[in-house]
């Protein structure tokens, strides 16, 4: 449903319908992208990273990060396009973080894991005995 919102870009108000954009910015990113497009599908500059492409076209790596994130730009094609891993910053071309960084977050997830079941499993064994003078 169609909402009002401010666009994400410079903050109009718009009647919102999918993007968090307003149309005349739209239109700019997608001016924007077909510059980038158009730079890298020339056989000289497919292998270019994204800080080459930035400062050959102008475009924000942040831009074109986002649109290697979305897809629009495919790393299949671009194999030197890819966006930085939300934990340690290393380029990445699929998912939020990198193999590492997953590897590191799953092992401490399992540790805490262990340690939750350890300590229940102690809180369970606990025996508790009160002195009752009647008895």
């Known amino acids: 449903m169609a909402e009002l919102s401010n666009c994400k870009n410079c903050g109009r108000v718009f ?3 999918a993007s968090p954009y307003c149309p005349e910015c739209l239109k700019e990113q997608d001016r924007l992208f077909d ?3 158009k730079y890298i599908t020339s056989k000289e500059h497919r292998m270019a990273t994204v800080p080459e492409v930035h400062e050959e076209t102008g475009v924000s790596a942040d831009l074109i990060y986002q649109w290697v994130r979305e897809g629009r730009l495919t790393t299949s094609m671009f194999p030197n ?4 891993c939300k934990s340690c910053g290393t380029l990445i071309q699929t998912g939020v973080v ?3 960084c997953r590897t590191k977050i799953e092992g401490e997830l399992r540790r805490a894991d262990e340690e939750k079941k350890v300590s ?3 809180q369970e064994s606990i025996t508790y005995h009160t002195r009752n003078s009647r008895f």
Do not use: D
């Open 98 to 100: 990198c193999e590492s």
């Open 120 to 122: 229940q499993k102690n």
């Open 35 to 37: 510059l980038v497009y």
């Open 81 to 84: 396009l890819g966006y930085p």
């Open 15 to 17: 009647v919102r319908v």
